[in-house]
C-alpha cells in the first residue's frame, strides 16, 4: 500500500487470498501457493499495480523468498 500511495493510485481496498495444496503423506507440505491479489479503487493503472505487486514479492517480502524455496508460488492481480 505504500508504493501504491506514492505512486497516487486511489486504492480503496486490497485483500489478498491464498491458495494452497498440500500433499497427501505426513508430513503435509506445500505443493503449490497461489497469492490473489484483489485491488478496489479508482482509475487504477494496472502498470503501476504490477509494479507494487512485483516489488513486494521480489524485494520486500521474505515470507515468498523463503517459501518459494519449498513450493512454487504465483500471483494474480485482480481489479474489481
Not at 486511489?10 to 494452497?20: L, R, Y
Not at 482509475?43 to 516489488?55: G, M
Amino acid at each position: 500500500m505504500m508504493i501504491l500511495k506514492k505512486m497516487k493510485e486511489d486504492v480503496e481496498d486490497v485483500n489478498v487470498d491464498i491458495e494452497v495444496e498440500q500433499t497427501e503423506e505426513h508430513p503435509k507440505v506445500y505443493k503449490y501457493i497461489k497469492v490473489v491479489f484483489r485491488f478496489k479503487g479508482n482509475n487504477l493503472k494496472i502498470s503501476n499495480i504490477e509494479k507494487a505487486v512485483n516489488l513486494s514479492k521480489d524485494k520486500y517480502c521474505g515470507v515468498a523468498a523463503m517459501l518459494e524455496k519449498a513450493a512454487p508460488i504465483t500471483y494474480e492481480i485482480v481489479i474489481e
